[in-house]
Each structure stands twice: as structure tokens, then as C-alpha cells.
């Protein structure tokens, strides 16, 4: 999963890139991860303006979205990132999204290469494969915030939605994902009956921001220590507008 600069023990230039370096080890032996080792670059990471607190790197985020509602964007230089990103990868937030074609977080958060750790699956979910994605890009990337962003009319929320309220039974794995986003329609269906697709697909995103850190100790312990926070969104595809959801899981 890492590439051979991330796999390399830290080059320790100084004493605060010393305990840098030291306390992500100590975070990630305790979590258990002994076989992983911390990024190479805790002393001079590929992109600086990344290395960000968690509260700093929401703000971006925010910043980054407003500019994208408004029609207003950065000019991202791609071929000025490419030399230091070959080497390896320090970005500023996790995404776990959807797979829907017309969210792109990168655009969405006005971001460039190496910004955005995003793992995508129709309905956004935490299943064991994107626990694992995001345990790497905490554990490993450091990244200070993770965000849970589901969307307005998502497709497989409604397909959950049919299947809760009308026994509807789809097709090859379609299935699995109606299912693992059940849970969330059943608990909107009792709060909000009369518009169940809006309110699952914001339930589904509050129990995911929930569960991260309930089924991962690695993520749980990181949260714990103060260096990631986690949060919900909901994307509105008429706007391009996020509404966030800043309540931290605890």
C-alpha cells in the first residue's frame, strides 16, 4: 500500500521534527500497527501547506467549497506538485464519499493533486475496505481530518429507502449496499417519515461519522489523541454548497 519513501523510517533533522516523527510511531504502536512505519518525510513533507491541525484543515475545507459554490477558483499548477508528489503524499484530509459521478471532492473543495486521501462507494459507507483506506491515511499520512460526505437524490440511499418500505430486491451485490445502508433508513423512517430519502441520506452520514471510530481503534486512538477530528456533510447538487456537519463523533 505504500510506496518505498513511505515505507523508509523518518529522517530526523531537528528536535521538533524529532518529536513529530517520534509521537506518530508511539500513536501507531499502540494502535497496534508495528508492521507499518510513519511517512519519510515528517521532516520535510512533499506539499507544507498541508501539514495542517484539524481544526485548521475544516477551515480549508470550508474555505475551499465556498470558492467552488461561488464559481471562483484557485489556479492549481499541476506540473509544479508532480516532482515532490512522485516521492510521496502528505494530504490534509480523508474523504470517505460516494461514487456518484457528479460529486468530485476534488473540485467540490477547490483542491489539487495530493490534497484529498478519498475513498469512494455508492452510498458512502464505512465497509472493511474503506476502514482500511482511511486507517492507512491516519495512521500512516497523518491526515488531521476525515470527512463523511453523502449528497442530496443519492442513488443508493433510495435504493435502500425502496427496499426498507417496499421489499424491493435488487440485483448481484446491489444488494449489499441497500443493506449496509438500511440501519439509517429505519432510524429516519421513525424521525422523518414524510421525507425519509433527505433524512436517511443525512442519518446515513451521521451513524458513518459514528462508526469510523467505533470499529477502528486505529482512528479512535488518533481522535483521542487530539490529531483528527472527524465530521459529516451533505453535498447539494443544485448549489455545489456542503452542509457541514461540525458535531465530532466522540
Same mark, same amino acid.
Given at each position: 500500500?505504500?510506496?518505498?519513501?513511505?515505507?523508509?523510517?523518518?529522517?530526523?533533522?531537528?528536535?521538533?521534527?524529532?518529536?513529530?516523527?517520534?509521537?506518530?510511531?508511539?500513536?501507531?504502536?499502540?494502535?497496534?500497527? &508495528?508492521?507499518?512505519?510513519?511517512?519519510?518525510?515528517?521532516?520535510?513533507?512533499?506539499?507544507?501547506?498541508?501539514?495542517?491541525?484539524?481544526?485548521?484543515?475544516?477551515?480549508?475545507?470550508?474555505? !475551499?467549497?465556498?470558492?467552488?459554490?461561488? $464559481? @471562483?477558483?484557485?489556479?492549481?499548477?499541476?506540473?509544479?506538485?508532480?516532482?515532490?508528489?512522485?516521492? !510521496?503524499?502528505?494530504?490534509?484530509?480523508?474523504?470517505?464519499?460516494?461514487?456518484? &459521478?457528479? @460529486?468530485?471532492?476534488?473540485?467540490?473543495?477547490?483542491?489539487?493533486?495530493?490534497?484529498?486521501?478519498?475513498?469512494?462507494?455508492?452510498?458512502?459507507?464505512?465497509?472493511?475496505?474503506?476502514? $482500511?483506506?482511511?486507517?492507512?491515511?491516519?495512521?500512516?499520512?497523518?491526515?488531521?481530518?476525515?470527512? @463523511?460526505?453523502?449528497?442530496?437524490?443519492?442513488?443508493?440511499?433510495?435504493?435502500?429507502?425502496?427496499?426498507?418500505?417496499?421489499?424491493?430486491?435488487?440485483?448481484?451485490?446491489?444488494?449489499?449496499?441497500?443493506?449496509?445502508?438500511?440501519?439509517?433508513?429505519?432510524?429516519?423512517?421513525?424521525?422523518?417519515?414524510?421525507?425519509?430519502?433527505?433524512?436517511?441520506?443525512?442519518?446515513?452520514?451521521?451513524?458513518?461519522?459514528?462508526?469510523?471510530?467505533?470499529? &477502528?481503534?486505529?482512528?479512535?486512538?488518533?481522535?483521542?489523541?487530539?490529531?483528527?477530528?472527524?465530521?459529516? $456533510?451533505?453535498?447539494?447538487?443544485?448549489? $455545489?454548497?456542503?452542509?457541514?456537519?461540525?458535531?465530532?463523533? &466522540?
Amino acid at each position: 500500500m505504500c510506496d518505498a519513501m513511505s515505507c523508509q523510517q523518518p529522517k530526523v533533522t531537528s528536535r521538533r521534527d524529532f518529536l513529530r516523527a517520534t509521537t506518530a510511531l508511539s500513536l501507531m504502536t499502540t494502535a497496534g500497527l &508495528s508492521g507499518l512505519s510513519p511517512v519519510a518525510w515528517a521532516a520535510s513533507p512533499p506539499k507544507p501547506d498541508n501539514v495542517l491541525t484539524p481544526d485548521a484543515a475544516i477551515q480549508r475545507l470550508m474555505e !475551499g467549497n465556498q470558492r467552488y459554490a461561488s $464559481g @471562483v477558483r484557485l489556479r492549481h499548477n499541476f506540473t509544479h506538485d508532480r516532482a515532490a508528489l512522485a516521492g !510521496g503524499q502528505n494530504p490534509y484530509a480523508a474523504i470517505l464519499g460516494c461514487a456518484d &459521478s457528479r @460529486v468530485a471532492p476534488e473540485y467540490t473543495f477547490d483542491a489539487g493533486r495530493g490534497d484529498l486521501f478519498i475513498a469512494r462507494v455508492a452510498g458512502n459507507f464505512a465497509n472493511d475496505d474503506m476502514l $482500511g483506506s482511511l486507517e492507512y491515511a491516519v495512521a500512516v499520512l497523518n491526515v488531521p481530518v476525515i470527512l @463523511v460526505l453523502g449528497h442530496d437524490r443519492c442513488g443508493a440511499v433510495d435504493a435502500a429507502v425502496k427496499a426498507v418500505t417496499q421489499g424491493t430486491h435488487f440485483p448481484g451485490h446491489i444488494q449489499s449496499l441497500a443493506n449496509a445502508i438500511a440501519p439509517a433508513v429505519k432510524q429516519a423512517q421513525s424521525q422523518h417519515p414524510t421525507q425519509l430519502l433527505d433524512a436517511a441520506i443525512t442519518q446515513n452520514v451521521q451513524d458513518n461519522v459514528a462508526s469510523l471510530s467505533t470499529q &477502528s481503534a486505529i482512528i479512535r486512538q488518533a481522535q483521542q489523541a487530539g490529531k483528527l477530528k472527524i465530521i459529516g $456533510g451533505v453535498y447539494r447538487l443544485d448549489t $455545489g454548497k456542503v452542509d457541514f456537519q461540525l458535531k465530532t463523533a &466522540s
